[in-house]
């Protein structure tokens, strides 16, 4: 459990980094009594292009299966796990470990790839980054 004492400092510090923030962005944090927080009030042209180049795990899941524990830990080298994916189906393109769309495997060279078949709106992909 945390003091008082700890958390109030915390904060201030959050708040000092908000208020430099600001500052080198040339913003003013915009207090919220509510709460008795800071939010940082970024021109929208300048928060979407700095959302833009955030960077989000892409995954491409092959296959997906749920076994009990004891099971998994008998797992050695060499042990095969069986799917109930077919091996010519689509992959699934994950964002955020939501699917956002599928497509198939292929060959970059000496690297693998995946050729999107489907892909869900702008909107949608944009929509599996938020809370759940």
Not at 59 to 71: F, G, H, K, T
């Amino acid at each position: 459990m945390f003091s008082q004492d700890e958390i109030d400092t915390v904060l201030n510090d959050a708040q000092q980094a908000v208020t430099r923030l600001a500052q080198d962005i040339g913003t003013e944090p915009e207090a919220h009594e509510a709460r008795g927080t800071a939010a940082l009030t970024v021109p929208a042209s300048s928060r979407a292009a700095r959302i833009a180049r955030l960077r989000v795990p892409v995954l491409v899941r092959v296959a997906e299966r749920r076994m009990p524990l004891d099971e998994v830990l008998k797992m050695t080298p060499g042990t095969i796990l069986e799917f109930e994916r077919s091996v010519d189906s689509e992959l699934d393109l994950l964002v955020n470990n939501e699917k956002i769309g599928s497509g198939v495997a292929v060959k970059v060279n000496e690297r693998f790839g995946l050729r999107i078949n489907r892909i869900g709106s702008a909107a949608q992909r944009v929509q599996t980054l938020g809370p759940h």
